[in-house]
């Protein structure tokens, strides 16, 4: 759901003010959907911690990190590099820890999203693909809430009674069969696609996603 207007510089004084640590997950948000590399540089807020996965190798190859503030880092390492040279930061025992074919993925997805300017694609395409949500799928039987934000959107759908997600997941197999692909999340439909995305596409995505809308029961 996105944030009322203010609420996040609002969270981020209220952390300040009792001594509370703000993390950012932006998994989603990460590398570009909202048209800026984080959604804390589209809202102009620094979070003490932010992790990301997804889109830093484009969504193909497994690759996550977290981000953190110099007073976490020297919490965890010692202030001015006082912790001794074996200290491993943010030790876990992850099996595929900085995974060398990840980390070329990496490297070559922010070559490419430099490259061919897609944070900015990503930020020109987001009010299409809201504008095309709303006035496709306004008024729908059982649509109760249309959402976007970047590029990235969602429409929820009243549940079916006592089978909460199943509304939703009958919509999923009907775009599936017809060659698109949208995620269900409860009674939601989501759509986050790739940077690279058209005008067309954005239509067909809609279109059929409204379709399959009408035809649910
Ligand atoms: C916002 C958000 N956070 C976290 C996750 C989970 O990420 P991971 O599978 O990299 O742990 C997801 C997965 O879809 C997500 O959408």
């Known amino acids: 759901y996105v944030p009322p207007q203010g609420y996040l510089k ?27 590399a984080f959604a804390s540089d589209h809202y102009g807020v620094q979070p003490d911690m ?8 484009n969504g193909v190859i497994p690759l996550g990190g977290v981000v953190c503030t110099d007073r976490i880092y020297n919490a965890m390492m010692g202030a001015h590099g006082s912790a001794p040279d074996h200290a491993i930061e943010f030790f ?14 990496a490297i070559a997805t922010l070559d490419l999203f430099r490259e061919e300017k897609l944070f ?20 729908l039987p059982n649509v109760v809430g ?3 934000y970047g590029l990235a959107a969602a429409v929820e759908l009243a549940p ?17 069969h017809r060659g698109v692909l949208v995620r269900n999340a ?11 995305v058209e005008r067309a596409h954005i239509e067909t995505m809609v279109g059929t996603l409204a379709d399959a809308i009408k035809r649910g029961q």
């Open 10 to 36: 609002r969270l981020r004084e209220i952390c300040d003010k009792h001594g509370i640590l703000l993390i950012f997950d932006e998994v989603i948000t990460g590398f570009g959907r909202l048209g800026t």
């Open 50 to 57: 932010l992790n990301f996965a997804k889109a830093v190798t």
């Open 92 to 105: 876990h025992g992850y099996t595929y820890s900085g995974h060398p074919v990840s980390c070329a993925a």
């Open 120 to 139: 900015e694609r990503a930020g020109e395409m987001g009010p299409v693909l809201g504008d095309a949500m709303h006035s496709a799928l306004k008024g």
């Open 146 to 148: 249309i959402r976007s």
């Open 160 to 176: 079916l009674a006592g089978q909460p997600g199943k509304r939703a997941f009958d919509v999923f197999m009907d775009c599936y």
């Open 186 to 196: 409860g009674d939601n439909l989501v759509f986050a696609p790739p940077f690279i």
